[in-house]
């Protein structure tokens, strides 16, 4: 009750076992917020403004997808799924940018990243390889796994969860809601 999301413009929920040192600590973080009366509406009203922006990383990327139900324009996001290699998969994975909506890869689209992952339950659950393809066709998946050629990849170890097409990232049909599995946060330039 010290804060209030109506004095907020922007919402960041990181990762790194942000809930918890557990997988599916996302779920619980959401729960949270679902069980919670006063939480929810704060959240539905603060994603329901036109001013606000909001990013999910890895723990919060689930906590994000399992409130979908309150985000406008985020019906296509699936809930995350256990890693197809049934490990945690920490290390380096490349990605590239897609055109977009989302404000944060804003005139990035085409560049190729190196970023460091590190999660258990990273897969993009969608129902079938058509619904993620429908993600990529409607500009609404802005990072994809990609291999050494630069290709989006399912292919492990480049693409360490198994998410089909290689989605590593979905963003809300306006652009103002993105989550995102891999950890670009953990990555910075010193120069």
């Known amino acids: 009750g010290r804060f209030a999301l109506k004095d907020f413009v922007g919402l960041a929920a990181c990762g790194g076992f942000s809930y918890g040192d557990v997988l599916g ?27 606000t922006f909001s990013l999910g ?39 590239k940018v897609n055109d977009s909506p989302s404000v944060f890869f ?4 085409g560049s190729q990243l190196l970023v460091p992952t590190a999660h258990g339950e990273g ?12 993600m990529l ?13 630069g290709q989006a990849t399912t292919s492990y170890p480049a693409n360490p969860n198994g998410s089909p ?5 979905l963003t809300s049909q306006d652009g103002r809601s ?3 599995m891999p950890h670009p946060e953990r990555a910075s330039d010193t120069l």
Request: glycine share 6%.
């Open 25 to 51: 600590a996302g779920e619980g973080w959401a729960k949270s917020i679902l069980f919670n009366k006063r939480l929810l509406k704060q959240f539905k009203q603060f994603f329901a403004r036109l001013d």
């Open 57 to 95: 990383v890895c723990n919060g990327c689930q906590m994000l997808a399992a409130l979908k139900d309150s985000i406008p324009g985020t019906e296509h996001w699936p809930q995350l799924l256990r890693n197809t290699s049934q490990q945690f998969e920490a290390r380096l994975v490349a990605v």
């Open 106 to 109: 804003k005139d990035l689209e």
């Open 123 to 134: 897969r993009m659950g969608f129902s079938d390889e058509a619904q993620a393809a429908q």
């Open 137 to 149: 066709a409607t500009k609404l998946a802005p990072l994809q796994y990609v291999d050494y050629t």
């Open 165 to 169: 097409l290689g989605i590593a990232a």
């Open 178 to 180: 993105t989550i995102i």
